[in-house]
């Protein structure tokens, strides 16, 4: 089990986008396999939540839809902007357990990845 985040799981999905790319010998690719499988589970229960948190702090039009700027960012209404910041903080910070081996350290140099995506992989990898 590796116990992590849902800050970390969304900072580490771009990452295992390029991941799941490459090449990797069949055990390794299994247990990486498993654990996106894994992180993806909880990437899909963190988007209904925060979708939730959105519908109910966001603006919306007289016919009950979501407003957005002309960038396609959704408005959250200004006198609840701190609620909003909150919950959504509470979110990002939940911990969840994921049921799947790290990923062993010492095959660290069979990705090819920038130093800013190995940090966002860290927290799956065991010491």
């Not at 790319?21 to 247990?31: D, H, I, P, T, Y």
């Not at 939540?49 to 959250?76: A, H, M």
């Amino acid at each position: 089990m590796i116990s992590v985040t849902l800050n970390e799981i969304f900072n580490a999905t771009e990452t295992f986008k390029v991941i799941m790319n490459q090449q990797f010998k069949g055990s390794l690719a299994f247990k990486i396999a498993r654990l996106v499988r894994e992180l993806d589970k909880e990437m899909e229960t963190f988007n209904t939540e925060r979708q939730k948190i959105l519908t109910e702090y966001c603006v919306k039009d007289t016919d009950g839809n979501i407003q957005q700027d002309e960038n396609g960012n959704i408005q959250i209404q200004p006198d609840r902007i701190n609620e909003f910041n909150e919950e959504f903080s509470n979110l990002l910070n939940t911990t969840v357990e994921i049921n799947a081996d790290k990923l062993p350290i010492d095959k660290i140099d069979d990705f090819d990845l920038t130093p800013q995506q190995m940090l966002n992989l860290e927290m799956f990898f065991e010491e």
